[in-house]
């Protein structure tokens, strides 16, 4: 079975940092871009930043360029989530998602979120 699991969340307060944990299991795990995204109370999911599948490409959202940073592990099947300087604005559940687009086909797999909150 495919597994995703997101882990790290937690409450910080604004200008600190936590680190977030991808665990993928069940699928050939070099093949697959890597992205986080965030979802906010009453607000839609968001892509934040995503990591090539061995490249290790990365692109980020405007609003966390230069604070938070992914990283991945191909050998441990770990994605890392690297977030500084945190704000209130980032509090929202974190997904990790795993995908791979081909030549007639698309794969794309969720986990459960973690939650960060950020106090001010």
């Known amino acids: 079975d495919v597994q995703l699991q997101a882990s790290g969340g937690g409450l910080v307060q604004a200008g600190g940092s936590l680190r977030l944990s991808c665990a993928a299991s069940g699928f050939i795990f070099d093949d697959y871009s890597i992205a986080w995204f965030r979802q906010a109370p009453g607000k839609e999911r968001e892509g934040v930043l995503c990591?090539?599948?061995?490249?290790?490409?990365?692109n980020y959202a405007d609003s966390v360029k230069g604070r938070f940073t992914i990283s991945r592990d191909n050998a441990k099947r770990a994605v890392y989530l690297q977030m500084n300087s945190l704000k209130p604005e980032d509090t929202a559940v974190y997904y990790c998602?795993?995908?791979?687009?081909?030549?007639?086909?698309?794969?794309?797999?969720w986990g459960p979120g973690t939650l960060v909150t950020v106090s001010s």
């Open positions: 990591i090539s599948s061995r490249e290790g490409t990365t």
């Open positions: 998602n795993a995908y791979q687009v081909g030549d007639g086909y698309e794969h794309d797999y």
